[in-house]
Antibody, heavy 117, light 112 residues
Framework: EVQLVESGGGLVKPGGSLRLSCAASGFTLNTYSMSWVRQAPGKGLEWVSS????????YYADSVKGRFTISRDNAKNSLYLQMNSLRAEDTAVYYC??????????WGQGTLVTVSS | DIVMTQTPLSSPVTLGQPASISCRSS???????????LSWLQQRPGQPPRLLIYEISNRFSGVPDRFSGSGAGTDFTLKISRVEAEDVGVYYC?????????FGQGTKVEIK
């Protein structure tokens, strides 16, 4: 059974940092591209970042470019999102999702990031 | 970026009756490989999104056959043939033809 489990969310002050993790099971991570998608409270879905299976292609939304870094450790079957210089508008539930073979075919339960003083 | 526009944004439906959601893209979603990467996602209250339909009309694993997708080019539709209580939630269309992948605003389906 494919499972994605996010962790690392929490309350952080503006300007602070957090590192999110996504542990994959039920499939071998190293053959799939992966993404982070976020959802602000009461709002819709927003793509944040994507990484190819070999990490050779990495993409970011303009809203997080220069502040967030996506990475993966295929040996640990894990995906990461390092978030620096956090702002109030980054407050959201962050989901990891598998990009293939069907776009966003599996999602984790999400981890809540709250940026507030 | 491709803009996805859904209508209606809210859809009160009677149990057992059909529901329909439209999605329009700001440009054609036909990929250079000939495929059209238009998907529909369901998000039940308090749950993560779940893939329902991919490539316009293909139901994902475990999705009931009361859900169907249709359309082409820039205009797409999700239909629920007979709404059940478990169908309450927000439905999103999304495109994966051109990076960045983008989502519609979401359509809230609720029971009258």
């Amino acid at each position: 059974e494919v499972q994605l489990v996010e962790s690392g969310g929490g309350l952080v002050k503006p300007g602070g940092s957090l590192r999110l993790s996504c542990a994959a099971s039920g499939f071998t991570l190293n053959t799939y591209s992966m993404s982070w998608v976020r959802q602000a409270p009461g709002k819709g879905l927003e793509w944040v970042s994507s990484i190819s299976s070999s990490s050779s292609h990495i993409y970011y939304a303009d809203s997080v470019k220069g502040r967030f870094t996506i990475s993966r450790d295929n040996a640990k079957n894990s995906l990461y999102l390092q978030m620096n210089s956090l702002r109030a508008e980054d407050t959201a539930v962050y989901y990891c999702a598998r990009d293939s073979p069907r776009p966003y075919d599996y999602w984790g339960q999400g981890t809540l990031v709250t940026v507030s003083s | 970026d491709i803009v996805m526009t859904q209508t209606p944004l809210s859809s009160p439906v009677t149990l057992g009756q059909p529901a329909s959601i439209s999605c329009r893209s700001s440009q054609s979603l036909v990929h250079t490989n000939g495929n059209t990467y238009l998907s529909w996602l369901q998000q039940r209250p308090g749950q993560p999104p779940r893939l329902l339909i991919y490539e316009i009309s293909n139901r994902f694993s475990g999705v009931p056959d009361r859900f169907s997708g249709s359309g082409a080019g820039t205009d797409f539709t999700l239909k629920i043939s007979r709404v059940e209580a478990e169908d309450v939630g927000v439905y999103y269309c999304m495109q994966a033809t051109q990076f960045p992948w983008t989502f519609g605003q979401g359509t809230k389906v609720e029971i009258k």
